[in-house]
């Protein structure tokens, strides 16, 4: 599974960005994905991650109520919308992908990474 992270940006605090992950092979509706940040000179932190079905949501608790994933695996896409962004929220935003573990929230877990987008909150 090849993953390509995209939709990343500088937005002002209180904005709204949607960061989209696509992947290839027709085996993705088979892998929860997840999404990390790692800002710089901090470690690598999740953020979110989807089921394979899409039926279970996980978030952090600093962007729950903010932050809303979802999947179209028709379009093997998956997707981070980021309502009331902070300046906090400043990181390179990840997606990732495994099939191998129930435990979604761990980086170690996952198998396949995407590039990485930055996005970058103004205050």
């Known amino acids: 599974v090849q993953l390509q992270a995209c939709g990343g940006g500088l937005v002002q605090a209180g904005g709204s960005l949607r960061l989209s992950c696509a992947a290839s092979g027709r085996t993705f509706r088979r892998y929860a994905v997840g999404w990390f940040r790692q800002a710089p000179g901090k470690e690598r932190e999740f953020v979110s991650a989807i089921s394979a079905s899409g039926g279970s949501t996980y978030y952090t608790d600093s962007v729950k109520g903010r932050f809303t994933i979802s999947r179209d695996n028709a379009k093997n896409t998956v997707y981070l919308q980021m309502n009331s962004l902070r300046p906090e929220d400043t990181a390179v935003y990840y997606c990732?992908?495994?099939?191998?573990?129930?435990?979604?929230?761990?980086?170690?877990?996952?198998?396949?990474w995407g590039q990485g987008t930055l996005v970058t909150v103004s205050s």
């Open positions: 990732a992908a495994q099939g191998r573990s129930y435990v979604l929230t761990t980086p170690h877990n996952y198998d396949y």
